[in-house]
Structure formats: structure tokens, C-alpha cells
């Protein structure tokens, strides 16, 4: 079963604008990332929060985190073409020894110039 | 430094045929993780490994298997094909330190379609 969910599933907007996309987990973690997937491609990581931090900044890139409400979001500010893609959150669970990340389904955004 | 390489990028195989998919990690990175992800099912965790031994496993059936060899590098091994193994198949390497912050890094997947 996937532990982090995105929502929404999808989003369209325009350039400039800001998007948002939230992820909402089941169980305690250690820490949330964020990871953003091109089409068809492999992911590639955007972002790392823990557990006891509320809010991340990464250039364009503002993740919160609300660990009472078990819920993350990332906000991507004046958005541009480029950030066309899916953005994946991921939560850790550590078995074994190591640490392996659980993905939620997705938030595939489309950014129209 | 040089990103996760997977091969083949495709591939096209017929039901009953096994494949052989292949990974190399970020140089100094000990674990490599595989993922399958499907438009149905998303990003599935197959299997990792660490110094050539499996640490952890996915709940996929006994035709998926691994193994790592002594540089890292690791290949993934899927016999008696079945349509719905169709998927991109994700590697990803992590430098495995023992914190519970390591970031995994993936390669640009296989695209297998069964036919």
C-alpha cells in the first residue's frame, strides 16, 4: 500500500502562476522528500524535510510540513514550463537496517507557456 | 561525477521469455534499490541490495530476482513474462551511510513492454 498520497492528481496552469501540491502519509516518519519525474524518465530529487522542521526552502521550491495533520505540501513559485512533470512524495520507512523510500502515486502538473 | 545507468533503455520481450536488466550506480554508492512503476499500480519497490546481499523485498512474486555484484553494480532478472510486467523498471543508487536520510538516486529506467 503506498504510505504518502499527492494531491491533486493533476493540475494545469498557466506560466508565472504558483502551484501547489499537498501529500498526506499514514504513519509517523522520520523525514518527507520530494522527488519531481519527467516524462518517462527517472526521478530526481528535489527536496529532503525531517520531521522536526515545519517549513524547507529550495529556490523556487517551499515545503511545509505538518506532522500533527500527517501532511506536506510543496509550492513551486512562479512557475515555468519546465517544471512540467509528475512530483512524487516520499516517506521513509526503515527496515533492516536501511532506509527505503515509500512513493505516492503522484501529482502530474502542466505548465502551459 | 557519473549518474545511475541503466541498459538496455528498451526493450521488447514476448510473454514466457525472461529478461535481464542491468544497473550502475553513482561511483561509491553501496545500495541499489529497483522499483517497477506501472500508470495502475505507480512507483512499487521491488527489491534493494547492499555488498552484494538482498536487504530488503518488495511483495512481488518469486519470478523477479537480483542480485549485486562486488563493484555495485547490480542486475535484476525477470523470468516467464507476463503481459503485466509491462513497466519502467527504476534503479537507484544511495550512498547507504546508515542515516535515515540517505537520498536515493535513479537512473533514467528501462521501458520493458511484454508482448
Known amino acids: 500500500s503506498q504510505q504518502g498520497e499527492e494531491d491533486p492528481q493533476a493540475l494545469s496552469i498557466q506560466e508565472g502562476e504558483n502551484a501547489t501540491m499537498n501529500c498526506s502519509y499514514k504513519?509517523?516518519?522520520?523525514?518527507l522528500q520530494w522527488y519531481r519525474q519527467n516524462s518517462g524518465r527517472g526521478l530526481v530529487h528535489l527536496i529532503l524535510i525531517r520531521s522536526n522542521e515545519r517549513e524547507k526552502h529550495s529556490g523556487r521550491l517551499r515545503v511545509t510540513l505538518d506532522t500533527s495533520k500527517k501532511s506536506s505540501s510543496l509550492l513551486i513559485t512562479a512557475s515555468r514550463a519546465a517544471d512540467t512533470a509528475s512530483y512524487f512524495c516520499a516517506t521513509g520507512l526503515s527496515s533492516g537496517g536501511s532506509y527505503i523510500p515509500t512513493f505516492g502515486r503522484g501529482t502530474s502538473l502542466i505548465v502551459h507557456p | 561525477k557519473a549518474g545511475v545507468t541503466q541498459t538496455p533503455r528498451y526493450l521488447i520481450k514476448t510473454r514466457g521469455q525472461q529478461v535481464t536488466l542491468s544497473c550502475s550506480p553513482i561511483?561509491?554508492?553501496?545500495?541499489v534499490s529497483w522499483y517497477q512503476q506501472t500508470p495502475g499500480q505507480g512507483l512499487q519497490f521491488l527489491f534493494e541490495?547492499?555488498?552484494?546481499?538482498?536487504?530488503n523485498k518488495g511483495n512481488f512474486p518469486g519470478r523477479f530476482s537480483g542480485r549485486q555484484f562486488s563493484n555495485s553494480r547490480s542486475e535484476m532478472n525477470v523470468s516467464t513474462l507476463e503481459l503485466g510486467d509491462s513497466a519502467l523498471y527504476l534503479c537507484a543508487s544511495s550512498l547507504a551511510s546508515g542515516r535515515r536520510e540517505d537520498t536515493q538516486y535513479f537512473g533514467p529506467g528501462t521501458r520493458l513492454t511484454v508482448l
Open positions: 561511483s561509491g554508492h553501496r545500495s
Open positions: 504513519t509517523s516518519i522520520n523525514n
Open positions: 541490495y547492499f555488498s552484494e546481499t538482498q536487504r
